[in-house]
């Protein structure tokens, strides 16, 4: 059984931080390409950020701010999120897709809220 469960959105600020987490079991974690997305009301599922073993990469949105990363170890994928706007306000999905980055995820998690106030 595979399960994605992200935690530590909330509310904060606009200009401030946060970071969320993305807690991955019943797939070997370091064989995943991890991803990052999210979703405001009303609007379409964008992607924010992608992991490999070797690489890691970003919306344009959002490049500069953003940080993800993982670590194999404790089976986690991070996204620290820098000088957030309201723009970044959606709840935010995690997502893994074995080996390759490229293609339709295979697996999501339930996704977390991230509220920004102006």
């Known amino acids: 059984q595979v399960q994605l469960v992200e935690s530590g959105g909330g509310s904060v600020q606009a200009g401030g931080a946060l970071t969320l987490s993305c807690a991955a079991s019943?797939?070997?974690?370091?064989?995943?390409?991890m991803g990052w997305f999210r979703q405001a009301p009303g609007k379409e599922r964008e992607w924010v950020a992608a992991?490999?073993?070797?690489?890691?990469t970003y919306a344009e949105r959002v490049k500069g701010r953003f940080t993800a990363s993982r670590d194999n170890a404790k089976s986690t994928l991070y996204l620290q999120m820098n000088s957030l706007k309201a723009e970044d306000t959606a709840m935010y999905y995690c997502?893994?897709?074995?080996?390759?980055?490229?293609?339709?995820?295979?697996?999501w998690g339930q996704g977390t809220q991230v509220t920004v106030s102006s």
């Open positions: 992991v490999t073993r070797v690489t890691t």
């Open positions: 019943g797939i070997t974690f370091s064989g995943y390409c």
């Open positions: 997502a893994a897709r074995w080996s390759s980055c490229q293609g339709t995820y295979n697996y």
